[in-house]
């Protein structure tokens, strides 16, 4: 059962640091979910563990670390749309 928090938890945190960055991840929910778990990780790894725990995951480092994920990966799918044009 803890998996599904896992991934549930990671799909709202990917999902929230796109509403903030104002772009769509690639993917839909699965692109929301990595998303979440790979900004979790990265936020962890340069923020620490602080903030309110949730299913494993330090929520304001993760959210953190979500949000500067998909802002990086909205640039490189922009700067790849004009590059095949």
């Not at 949000?67 to 749309?81: A, E, T």
Request: no cysteine; proline share 4%; net charge positive.
């Amino acid at each position: 059962m803890s998996f599904i928090w896992f991934l549930i938890i990671g799909g709202v945190i990917g999902w929230l640091a796109g509403l903030i960055v104002g772009k769509d991840i690639p993917g839909g929910i699965i692109g929301n979910i990595i998303a979440g778990i790979i900004g979790a990780w990265v936020g962890g790894a340069l923020l620490g563990e602080w903030g309110p725990q949730i299913s494993s995951f330090y929520f304001v480092p993760a959210l953190i670390g979500a949000i500067v994920l998909v802002f990086i990966v909205s640039l490189i799918m922009k700067s790849m749309r004009r590059a095949s044009r």
